[in-house]
């Protein structure tokens, strides 16, 4: 087995909503790729955990794994709660190395594209012109998760960003704001791999503020996350010119 094993790993949720995109987006994965060994991982609430994955991985015959967190932003999840998870793993498993990939969300065109089009699913093509997007997203206090959110935003027409906590404005402001900019109508785009309590929140808030808003599906499953997912994987393995640049286990 040469070409190392695609490990997803999501951060779990106890809403089954967001493990079952999880599984659709690693199974659009698999699909658009034949021949790779992808699967998927969970750091909390849902199984399986990351650790018995790796376990699994090995017991396989894989000596090497990329980790792929399903993540948008590089708050605190990416920056330590997926490092420290594969290094505790890689300590068990002499023999396998183990890559930790750049977050979905780190090179986000194709993130943009996809959301994108569930943007154009939900609003017509006649009402765009006069609709104001609310780009939404969890929040962190992370500044540089919220500023990166806030910069994609930016390059929306017509387009504010809002955070369901942590940070400002909120989806209410922003709705506010967009319709004293001129919007006619509001549409939610959500910053989210899938649903969940705090996207449940945001489009409660939304309609609270906008009985008339419209809110798109999250990126979920959408062929171009899926194509990212595979894209971290092929750039981790390009980028590891040696061997060493993985995480030695042994």
Same mark, same amino acid.
């Given at each position: ?110 993130? =943009? #594209? $996809? @959301?994108?089009?569930?943007? +154009? /699913? *939900?609003?017509? %093509?006649?009402? !765009?012109?006069?609709? &104001?997007?609310? =780009? #939404? $997203? @969890?929040?962190?206090?992370? +500044? /540089? *998760?919220?500023? %990166?959110?806030? !910069?994609?935003?930016? &390059?929306?027409?017509? #387009?504010? @960003?809002?955070?369901?906590?942590? /940070? ?5 402001? !922003? ?76």
């Amino acid at each position: 087995m040469s070409e190392p094993a695609l490990v997803a790993v999501a951060h779990g949720s106890r809403d089954g909503r967001s493990a079952a995109t999880m599984h659709r987006l690693v199974r659009e994965a698999a699909a658009q790729a034949p021949g790779l060994d992808v699967r998927l991982s969970f750091l909390d609430f849902n199984a399986p955990r990351l650790p018995d994955v790796l376990h699994a991985v090995a017991a396989d015959g894989h000596r090497r794994a990329v980790v792929v967190p399903l993540l948008l932003g590089t708050a605190f999840h990416a920056r330590v709660d997926v490092p420290a998870a594969v290094e505790a793993a890689s300590t068990r498993l002499p023999r396998l190395d183990v890559a930790v990939s750049p977050v979905l969300g780190a090179e986000p065109a194709a993130l =943009l #594209a $996809a @959301a994108r089009a569930r943007l +154009a /699913a *939900a609003v017509t %093509a006649a009402d !765009a012109p006069r609709t &104001g997007v609310v =780009l #939404a $997203a @969890a929040g962190s206090s992370h +500044a /540089a *998760a919220n500023d %990166a959110v806030s !910069a994609l935003a930016a &390059g929306l027409p017509r #387009a504010s @960003a809002a955070f369901a906590t942590s /940070a400002g404005p909120t989806v209410p402001e !922003a709705i506010s704001r967009l319709r004293d900019g001129g919007a006619r109508r509001i549409a939610v785009l959500p910053w989210f791999l899938a649903p969940g309590r705090l996207l449940d929140r945001v489009r409660d808030q939304a309609l609270a503020a906008d009985p008339t808003a419209v809110v798109a599906e999250p990126l979920g499953d959408h062929p171009l996350v899926a194509a990212t997912l595979l894209a971290r994987h092929g750039v981790t393995i390009h980028a590891s010119v040696t061997p060493s640049a993985f995480v030695d286990a042994g």
